[in-house]
């Protein structure tokens, strides 16, 4: 199988705070997983893509220091959305790639609102 | 610029008869493509994949097409049944090995029973 958790799977939080999305590979190692995000009706932009110890590399115009990427294992990536805003309000979705061909898993989202 | 379209926002289609959902690229350099599947508040779930070599590829219910000449590729599900009602999602990739999938923006399909 190849199955990819995200926690939590929605959350709520106040202008300001952070917020911390976790993604897990459940039964695959994933040397590299990818979040997206994704506006109502709209496709999947793809933020950035994590690789297992090192650096995440940000797609044009995601600010890196706004959303924290680690990657601490082969099997768990976090997302931080640091100081959130309500325009960081969005469903969120981690992916992540067994072996070396294109296809991607992908977790269930996360649905963060900003208030 | 959205390198990859699905110009049709939405598709209903009839149980048991064939849906056909429709995609088109303008990126000459994508040479690997997939079809996901989307339920809401949920992601999306792979479908099937079609390298530029290719054509056609064909598993089950599934069929996709892909025309290199007019940068277009199909995703034909035959019979339809309720079940397939979700956003169906093209992607593109440059290389089969290339980690980087460019999405479009979606089909919502629903079958009527």
């Known amino acids: 199988g190849a199955v990819v958790s995200q926690h939590p799977s929605w959350v709520i939080c106040k202008s300001g705070t952070s917020v911390k999305i976790e993604c897990r590979s459940l039964d695959f190692q994933a040397t590299t997983m990818f979040w997206y995000r994704q506006f109502p009706k709209q496709s999947l932009m793809l933020m950035a893509t994590s690789n297992e110890g090192s650096k995440a590399t940000y797609e044009q115009g995601v600010e890196k220091d706004k959303f924290l990427i680690n990657h601490a294992s082969l099997t768990l990536s976090t997302l931080t959305v640091t100081s959130a805003h309500p325009e960081d309000s969005s469903f969120y979705i981690c992916s992540a790639r067994k072996g070396i061909y294109n296809e991607q898993f992908f977790g269930p989202g996360t649905r963060l609102t900003v208030l | 610029d959205q390198q990859v379209k699905q110009n049709s926002p939405s598709l209903s289609v009839q149980e048991g008869r064939i849906s056909i959902l429709n995609c088109d690229y303008t990126?000459?350099?994508?040479?690997?493509f997939l079809w996901y599947k989307k339920y809401p508040a949920e992601g999306p779930t792979f479908l099937i994949s079609i390298s530029s070599i290719k054509d056609k590829n064909e598993d089950g219910r599934f069929t996709v097409f892909l025309n290199k000449s007019a940068k277009h590729l199909s995703l034909h599900i035959v019979p339809s049944q309720p079940g397939d009602s979700a956003v169906y999602f093209c992607?593109?990739?440059?290389?089969?090995?290339?980690?980087?999938?460019?999405f479009g923006t979606g089909t919502r399909l629903t079958i009527i029973p």
């Open positions: 990126n000459s350099m994508f040479d690997y």
């Open positions: 992607a593109a990739a440059m290389g089969v090995g290339n980690e980087k999938l460019t």
